[in-house]
């Protein structure tokens, strides 16, 4: 069970991660895999960027505090399961 959260995680970690480094490249934006990787990852960084709207327009900030959310929720919701098992 506690294998099975850490890889929901690290997969959706890394599907930030993908979204973050696509970024760098315009040309990746037409992607279809993109669009899917997009369409699952936006309405969790959407709750950030409600705090932290893109700094100058253009630089996102918010999937980086996902990312470190992700980072501290991990071993919470663990520990928390380890707790009431």
Same mark, same amino acid.
């Given at each position: ?54 700094? $100058? ?8 505090? $996902? ?19």
């Amino acid at each position: 069970m506690f294998k099975l959260i850490h890889y929901v995680f690290f997969t959706y970690t890394i599907m930030i991660g993908v979204r973050i480094i696509a970024s760098w490249f315009p040309s990746t934006q037409r992607q279809v895999w993109l669009h899917w990787v997009a369409s699952l990852t936006d309405p969790y960084l959407n709750i950030f960027r409600r705090f932290i709207p893109p700094i $100058g327009g253009v630089l996102d900030l918010s999937p980086m505090l $996902g990312y470190l959310v992700l980072q501290f929720m991990e071993p919470v919701l663990i520990n928390l399961i380890r707790k009431c098992f």
